[in-house]
C-alpha cells in the first residue's frame, strides 16, 4: 500500500484504539458532546499495517489512547510490531499489571527526546486509588519507563488533586494539572479560541481546518473530536488504497457543539502555550487565501 504524506502543519497524531474504558468517570470528556459506542476494532495486524502507512511524521508521535487503549485485546501486538522508528506516546489510567507489561514491551518502545513523559497516566480521584496508582507508576519507573501524572482540575476535586501534586513532587514523580473542560453547576470551565463553539443552544455553520489526525477505532478518519465520537463525516480509513490527508478548509455544521479539546488553547507537542487544534472561518471571512473543499 502507498505511504500517506502527513501535512507539515499537523501537530497531533490521536490513535483511538478503543472508546471504551475500564474506568467511569463521570466528566469524561469523550461523553461531552455525544459518544457512539459499538464500533468495530481494528485487529491488530490491521492497525500494524494501517499505522505503518503513514510518513513524513516530523517529530510527531503516534498517541495511542481511547477510551483505554491497553484494553485491546492486541494492544501489546500492535506497540510491539510497529516499526521502532515510529514514536509512540500513550495515554492510560494504568489499570494494568506493571511487570506484565515490561514482559511485553521494551521501554525503548516509549522512548523519545520530549518535554514531558512519552506514558502519560490520567489520574481521576473520582474512580482510581491514589496510592496505588503511585506504586504503578513508581514500579513503571523501575521498569525504564518514562512516565508521569496528569490530573483535571475538577472544581469538586482540586483540593484533593493539588495534595496529590505536592507528595508526587515529594516523591520524584513528574505531576502535571489540566484545566477542567466542561459544565459544572450552569458554569462554562475552559479556556478557548473561540468562545461560541462548545455548549452554545444554536449551531452555526462554519468552515474549520485541523491541525490533527484522528484516528478512531475502525481506522477511518475523522477532522475533530466532535466527529470522531459522534461517527460523523469520516474522511476516509487509513486501509483505503487511495487515501490521502487533504490539507484544507472543510465545511461544517456544527459550531457551537464543538468538543471542548478541539477548540481549547493549551500546548503544543513542544509544550509551548498557545495552541489550537483547529482554525476556523465563517462566511463573511472570505478570503481568497485558503483552499475550501
Not at 484544507?248 to 488553547?265: A, H, M, T
Request: glycine share 6%.
Amino acid at each position: 500500500m502507498e505511504k500517506i504524506v502527513i501535512p507539515s502543519t499537523y501537530k497531533y497524531i490521536g490513535v483511538f484504539l478503543t472508546l471504551s474504558c475500564n474506568l467511569t468517570c463521570s466528566y469524561c470528556i469523550n461523553h461531552l458532546v455525544g459518544l457512539k459506542k459499538g464500533r468495530k476494532l481494528l485487529r491488530g495486524k490491521d492497525w500494524v499495517r494501517a499505522l505503518s502507512r503513514l510518513s513524513n511524521c516530523h517529530e510527531i508521535p503516534l498517541t495511542l489512547q481511547g477510551g483505554e487503549p491497553t484494553i485491546h485485546s492486541d494492544f501489546y501486538t500492535i506497540v510491539k510490531e510497529l516499526p521502532d522508528s515510529m514514536k509512540l506516546d500513550l495515554l492510560t489510567n494504568i489499570q494494568f499489571d506493571p511487570q506484565k507489561f515490561a514482559e511485553q514491551i521494551s521501554p525503548e518502545k516509549f522512548d523519545r527526546d520530549a518535554p514531558y513523559a512519552p506514558i502519560r497516566v490520567s489520574y481521576h480521584p473520582e474512580t482510581m486509588n491514589l496510592a496505588e496508582t503511585l506504586e504503578k507508576v513508581k514500579r513503571m519507573q523501575q521498569l525504564g519507563f518514562r512516565i508521569g501524572l496528569y490530573s483535571v482540575l475538577h472544581p469538586d476535586q482540586q483540593d484533593e488533586i493539588i495534595k496529590a501534586q505536592e507528595i508526587c513532587i515529594r516523591e520524584g514523580i513528574d505531576f502535571r494539572t489540566k484545566e477542567f473542560l466542561g459544565t459544572h453547576n450552569g458554569k462554562i470551565y475552559g479556556t478557548y479560541a473561540y468562545e461560541e463553539a462548545v455548549f452554545s443552544p444554536q449551531l452555526k455553520s462554519c468552515l474549520c481546518r485541523t491541525t490533527e489526525l484522528l484516528i478512531d477505532p475502525c481506522g477511518d478518519v475523522y477532522r475533530c473530536h466532535h466527529d470522531l465520537y459522534n461517527q460523523l463525516n469520516p474522511q476516509g480509513n487509513l486501509l483505503d488504497d487511495d487515501f490521502k490527508i487533504i490539507d484544507s478548509y472543510k465545511k461544517c455544521d456544527y459550531f457551537g457543539r464543538c468538543n471542548p479539546c478541539d477548540v481549547k488553547v493549551k500546548n503544543n507537542y513542544q509544550q509551548v502555550y498557545g495552541h489550537t487544534s483547529v482554525s476556523i472561518l465563517f462566511e463573511e471571512e472570505n478570503s481568497l487565501e485558503r483552499n475550501v473543499v
